[in-house]
């Protein structure tokens, strides 16, 4: 499945809709770094890898920006955990 994530910059998400269920990742911005509060795919949209792929566009655009990140959600957390090819970017 190609997901097609949009960075919402106003609302501060990456969003991506799954046959119309919004899945969404959260975050604030503070001091260079970004913290990333919540991470929500709904139960219909679950099973697909889409919270996955909403934390990895998340640190790829941290990482693009030299952003230090604090995965503040456990999802995010747990993730980060497992690819430690992320390591560098946690705060």
Known sequence: MTLDIQHNRAAQRFEVEVEGTLCVLDYTLA????????????????????????????????????????PLCSYADAWMTRHPEYADLRA
Do not use: F, N, Q
């Open 31 to 70: 001091e260079g770094g970004m913290a990333i509060t919540h991470t929500l795919v709904p139960p219909e949209a679950g099973g697909r890898g889409v919270a996955g792929e909403l934390v990895r566009t998340a640190l790829d655009y941290a990482r693009a920006k030299g952003w230090k990140v604090a």
